[in-house]
């Protein structure tokens, strides 16, 4: 056990929808980073943010938008999903800049 | 720009053989590099880290890997595979600044163990 939890484990939707994901880091880590592995693609990092401020930026649609709250928990937002966005989205956190420690994920379905 | 190459998509060792996946980065610093082991339906988890001093590193389950500059490469050597050791296996490069550390991946290599 990593220490970050992520929510919902799964999750099936249709196209056009918007989804929310949830992590909170492990307890004490000021940063969560958000990667999506998909099987084209593979681990893509997406987006940073370091005690609720955006700090670094990836391969992140501009349909995509993620955020932190002031207990450190993140969201990360998914809007007008395609099939495309099926994928298994990874939150971490670290006190950088120091090692990573990754959620079990949510596989995310878009039909 | 920053890469991370892991040359072998796919192994297959038998139970009890040693084991080396190979990893190369490109990095225009002195990297932070990782590895991380993903079993089936899981998360990330971390083997072991390279951030600086020896070049030989030690981590779980058995594992360690060598830091070349010379030759860019971060390998990953256990001496002898266990059945369980099968999934997939990541090297990471990470940027080392104070407060980014956003993680660039290879592209995975599949472990297989054959009894």
């Known amino acids: 056990d990593s220490g970050v939890t992520q929510t919902p484990k799964h999750l099936i939707t249709a196209t056009g929808q918007r989804v929310t994901l949830r992590c909170s880091p492990r307890?004490?880590?000021?940063?969560v980073y958000w990667y999506q592995q998909s099987l084209d693609q593979g681990l893509q990092f997406l987006i940073q943010?370091?005690?609720?401020?955006?700090?670094a930026k990836g391969n992140i649609l501009e349909r995509f938008s993620a955020q932190q709250f002031p207990d450190l928990h993140s969201e990360l937002n998914l809007s007008s999903l395609e099939l495309g966005d099926s994928a298994l989205y990874f939150c971490a956190s670290s006190t950088p800049p120091y090692e990573q420690y990754f959620g079990p994920g949510t596989r995310l379905t878009v039909t | 720009a920053q890469s991370v190459t892991q040359p072998d998509i796919h192994i297959t060792v038998s139970e009890g053989a040693s084991l080396e996946l190979r990893c190369n980065y490109s990095y225009g610093a002195t990297p932070y590099l990782f590895w991380y082991v993903q079993s089936p339906g899981q998360g990330l988890q971390l083997l072991l880290k390279?951030?600086?001093?020896?070049?030989l590193v030690q981590g779980i389950k058995g594992f360690e890997a060598e830091f070349k500059r010379s030759q860019s490469s971060f390998n990953l050597r256990k001496p002898s595979v266990h059945w369980s050791d099968a999934a997939e296996y990541f090297c990471?490069?990470?940027?080392?600044?104070?407060?980014?550390?956003?993680?660039?991946f290879g592209q995975g290599t599949t472990l297989q163990v054959k009894p």
């Open positions: 943010y370091y005690n609720g401020e955006e700090r």
């Open positions: 390279y951030f600086s001093g020896d070049t």
């Open positions: 990471a490069v990470g940027h080392g600044s104070s407060n980014t550390g956003k993680l660039i």
């Open positions: 307890s004490g880590d000021l940063s």
